[in-house]
């Protein structure tokens, strides 16, 4: 395979099982030469798809894999149509880059590809300049950072010399056991704070229904830098007793496994946690996985900040999801401080396989609520939160969560359902204050709007043209949108066409997790 054989060498180990790690540190230098393949950017990546086709034909067995191949063989053709119309434009081939835009406009249906192949018959010249003036403005921007940079390392060894000649001055011929006696303190900050960390005892909680991805769950839990010292595997009824028992058999004595009628995630969860002695716990779903640092990372931020009781990371969205490949913070994000308030308002949104919490603050807000069939956890974090727990995160991608069919998220429609139901609980039954109960109650206008946008889309997908009018009238009751306006004009005058327009536009779409709008 020409000119692609190191890229079709790394999928086929990672695809067998290997673990690759990067080392973010220059130790070598990358010649890029005019005559090489690398040079012509549309070569290389054209070169890229070949090794992806040869994947997605031997991933025909994992849906997933192959799903996710697709879109990164569409992305690099997408990025080759790019390079070529971008080097058209640089030469002045005006034809060629008509062609190369209207390609675009095709793959991708962006409407800009359609102005730009406009301009390049009408004002080509007009065209050139402007591309001219990004490249420019890039190149400078650029030169600016690598200049400020290099400022800041020459500043950082001026000081760092300076600091030197100071110790040495002022303490002669103890200057070097002076310094050496630093080091050494630092040394022996490092070894307290493994140490604070290796005394601490974290267990495991994984709650298993559907077996299909728990021997990946089990997997990334004993591959940890840090091991875990108690691993509990709740079986709430699964009917998948090969799979669990094939799983469980590869890490026999090495897992604890209870075994209980199907009560229930919530139920499993607790049983778990009340089964355990252990100073923090870690909640993984069977379907998700843990980067090898992840219990080293979020356990030294806890010792080292012994007043936080709850931690939890960003994660890398993977499966059936229009979001795959995503990072979880940028559809579901994080800022600011988290407080009732700001989980209230969802401008912190908690991934339930990223948290490793202390066990007493859990069992302070009473655990799990049985009563809630999705969105247990979310109700967990605004109790937890109410009785003065406190939270934090790190934006590091720890946890890969996966997103299929079986998901308890579900659908588009309970994805907005879920926090609906837990911000209507916390209204009725906590003592709210005044401004925590508007803010809810402002989040609950919000995602009832939502709510009824996405049914009134489903209703379209089913051809129920009269149920999908009354809800995007709901819809825009709670917030106006001329786009919705003019959806619903479109039901009255040409109903049929409408739907037929909008199955087509979505025949291809996946749904499993959509991005969460905070209030501002």
Known sequence: MRRSEDYDLWLRAASAGFRIAVNPRPLGVYRRRPDSVSADESLMLQAMC????????????????????DR???????????????????IGDMPELASRFSDLEIATGARRYRVARWLTGSAPVTLRWAYACKRGSAYLTRTGRRLAQMQQRKSLAV????GRHEVHAETGRGGAEGAAGVAAAGDMGEVMRNSAQSNARVAVVIPVFKAGYLAEALQSVFY?????DEVIVVDDGSPDRELLSCALEAYAGRVTVIRQRNEGVASARNR???TTSADFVALLDADDVWMPEFLHEQLALLTAHPEIDVVYSDGLVMGSTGLSGQRFMNSCPSSGLVTLE????????????????RRRSIADAGGFDLTIRRGQDFDLWLRMAQCGARFTYQRKVLVIRRVHGDNLSGTALNEQERPLRVLEKAVRTMALSPSEREIAERRIRHLRGTLARESGKELLRQGDVAGARREFTVALRTAFSWKLQFVRLGLHIAPNLLCRLYVKRTATASSGLTPIRPLS
Do not use: F, N
């Open 342 to 357: 700001s989980l209230l308002a969802q401008q912190c949104t908690v991934l339930l396989s990223a948290v490793v919490a």
């Open 224 to 228: 940890q830098t840090r091991q875990p």
């Open 159 to 162: 000081a760092c010399e300076r």
């Open 50 to 69: 070949r090794p992806l086709d040869k994947l997605r034909g031997s991933c025909a067995y994992w849906p997933d894999v192959q799903r996710a191949v």
């Open 272 to 274: 778990g946690i009340q």
């Open 72 to 90: 990164q063989i569409a992305r690099v053709q997408r990025r080759a149509l790019v390079a070529r119309a971008r080097h058209a434009l640089m």
